[in-house]
Nanobody, 127 residues
Framework: QVQLVESGGGLVQAGDSLRLSCAASGRSLSSYAMGWFRQAPGKEREFVATISRGGGAIYYTDSVKGRFTISRDNAKNTVYLQMNNLAPEDTAVYYC????????????????????WGQGTQVTASS
């Protein structure tokens, strides 16, 4: 079992930055691709970013490219999402997720591919 706990959310002004962290326990994350998803009120959960086991493959949804950066530190069993130039449309609950990856560059863009989820952290960017 992998337990995931997100932190770092909050209320900021549009244009500000936040850094989300996702700390894992139970197992080493080195065998898992990691992802960040978000869910705004009244909307479905959507993919934000994913990173492969060693960080060699990274993908972002188009709306966050150039503003968000996903990274990981396997020694600390932690994944990060640096969010710059936040906009009101980024307001959502942000979730990190883990998916066992057989190949080192394997990544997953679909929520159904992830077997472990954190409880979420609220990010609110006000205009």
């Amino acid at each position: 079992q992998v337990q995931l706990v997100e932190s770092g959310g909050g209320l900021v002004q549009a244009g500000d930055s936040l850094r989300l962290s996702c700390a894992a326990s139970g197992r080493s994350l080195s065998s898992y691709a990691m992802g960040w998803f978000r869910q705004a009120p009244g909307k479905e959960r959507e993919f934000v970013a994913t990173i492969s086991r060693g960080g060699g493959a990274i993908y972002y949804t188009d709306s966050v490219k150039g503003r968000f950066t996903i990274s990981r530190d396997n020694a600390k069993n932690t994944v990060y999402l640096q969010m710059n130039n936040l906009a009101p449309e980024d307001t959502a609950v942000y979730y990190c997720a883990a998916a066992f990856a057989n190949r080192i560059l394997q990544v997953f863009l679909t929520a159904g591919d992830y077997g472990y989820w954190g409880q979420g952290t609220q990010v609110t960017a006000s205009s």
